[in-house]
């Protein structure tokens, strides 16, 4: 792991970037396949947490291949129980890959530009 940064956006939003020394596909099938979530990030999936196990435990909600996975993260011991942590990639030149994880308690919303508009957004000030 090279060029760690790490910023906190707000109270409620953590964000960590750094690159990474495998490929896209190889840090997808490390965020995807259980049995590798389990053993890099050490949290069971959700459907796999005994109902009395404590702790954390994660769903995918969300996959783009080899590009995002977002997932619903819930701890019951810790203030916000119910959480999401998205984890964006990017092929880097050199093989490696742009990985940037988004913690935070609201789920990350995208608004998505109109499919006829060749043209960014407007932005108007207030009246």
Same mark, same amino acid.
């Given at each position: 792991?090279?060029?760690?940064?790490?910023?906190?956006?707000?109270?409620?939003?953590?964000?960590?970037?750094? *690159?990474?020394? @495998? !490929?896209?596909?190889? +840090?997808?099938? $490390?965020?995807? %396949?259980? *049995?590798?979530? @389990? !053993?890099w990030?050490? +949290?069971?999936? $959700?459907?796999? %947490?005994?109902?009395?196990?404590?702790?954390?435990?994660?769903?995918?909600?969300?996959?783009?291949?080899?590009?995002?996975?977002?997932?619903?993260?819930?701890?019951?011991?810790?203030?916000e129980?119910?959480?999401?942590?998205t984890?964006?990639?990017?092929?880097?030149?050199?093989?490696?890959?742009?990985?940037?994880?988004?913690?935070?308690?609201?789920?990350?919303?995208?608004?998505?530009?109109?499919?006829?508009?060749?043209?960014?957004?407007?932005?108007?000030a207030?009246?």
């Amino acid at each position: 792991m090279t060029d760690t940064q790490r910023q906190e956006t707000n109270e409620d939003t953590v964000v960590v970037e750094c *690159e990474l020394e @495998a !490929t896209p596909e190889k +840090v997808w099938r $490390a965020l995807t %396949v259980p *049995e590798f979530v @389990a !053993t890099w990030l050490d +949290v069971p999936a $959700a459907d796999k %947490v005994a109902a009395d196990t404590t702790g954390p435990a994660y769903r995918i909600i969300e996959a783009l291949p080899f590009s995002r996975v977002r997932y619903a993260w819930n701890d019951a011991t810790v203030s916000e129980p119910y959480t999401f942590v998205t984890f964006d990639l990017e092929a880097q030149p050199d093989g490696g890959t742009w990985f940037r994880l988004t913690h935070s308690v609201e789920p990350v919303r995208t608004i998505a530009a109109p499919a006829n508009s060749n043209s960014p957004p407007l932005m108007r000030a207030a009246a």
